[in-house]
Every structure is written in structure tokens, then in C-alpha cells.
């Protein structure tokens, strides 16, 4: 039946586990951002917010750019977008 995905769906429902790696992904639901807007905007230092940017790439959920010294983020993937809403209303309800 759905048993091809289940092994990487069970990989993005690990990476999305993190409430800090929720948070960074409601925030780029905003728009692009670099790691210094996070920090001020979520008030976690670099490091930490590196830590979960580089699981969030590496589950393909984020991408980056380069532009100079900065790296920008941004949602790599609606689904991904629409489940977490999906997962905030139904927790709220």
C-alpha cells in the first residue's frame, strides 16, 4: 500500500520532533531568513540554531543559498509547510 515512503516519512516525522526545529520552520513559513534573524526572533543562540538547521537540510525540508559571508534558509517544501499547520490546528483544537 503506502509502504515505499515509510522509512522517509518516518525520517521527516523524526526531524520535525524538535519543538526548536518547529519553531525555526514556523518562522520560515515567514520567508527567507539568515541565522542572526533567528536568533533575535526566537532568542536561541547560533550554534544551537545551526545544530538544527543542518538536520532540517539534510532531510532536503530546508535549503540554502550563500550570498557573501551569509547563508540564507528557506522551506524547501510545501507538504511539509501544510503538515505543520495541520499539526498546530489539531493540537489546538
Same mark, same amino acid.
Given at each position: *500500500? ?9 525520517? /521527516?516525522?523524526?526531524?520535525?520532533? @524538535?519543538?526548536? =526545529?518547529?519553531k525555526i520552520l514556523l518562522s520560515l513559513s515567514e520567508g527567507e531568513k539568515c541565522v542572526h534573524e533567528f536568533t533575535e526572533q526566537l532568542e536561541m543562540t547560533n550554534s544551537? /540554531? @545551526?545544530? $538544527? ?5 539534510? =532531510? =532536503? /525540508?530546508?535549503?540554502? =543559498? ?7 534558509? @528557506? *522551506?524547501?517544501?510545501? $507538504? /511539509?509547510?501544510?503538515?505543520?499547520? @495541520? ?7
Amino acid at each position: *500500500m503506502y509502504r515505499e515512503g515509510l522509512e522517509e516519512t518516518a525520517e /521527516i516525522f523524526q526531524a520535525l520532533s @524538535s519543538e526548536n =526545529r518547529l519553531k525555526i520552520l514556523l518562522s520560515l513559513s515567514e520567508g527567507e531568513k539568515c541565522v542572526h534573524e533567528f536568533t533575535e526572533q526566537l532568542e536561541m543562540t547560533n550554534s544551537n /540554531i @545551526s545544530h $538544527h538547521l543542518r538536520k532540517l537540510n539534510d =532531510r =532536503r /525540508i530546508v535549503e540554502k =543559498r550563500k550570498d557573501g559571508k551569509h547563508r540564507y534558509y @528557506s *522551506m524547501n517544501d510545501k $507538504h /511539509i509547510e501544510e503538515l505543520i499547520e @495541520s499539526g498546530v490546528d489539531h493540537a489546538n483544537e
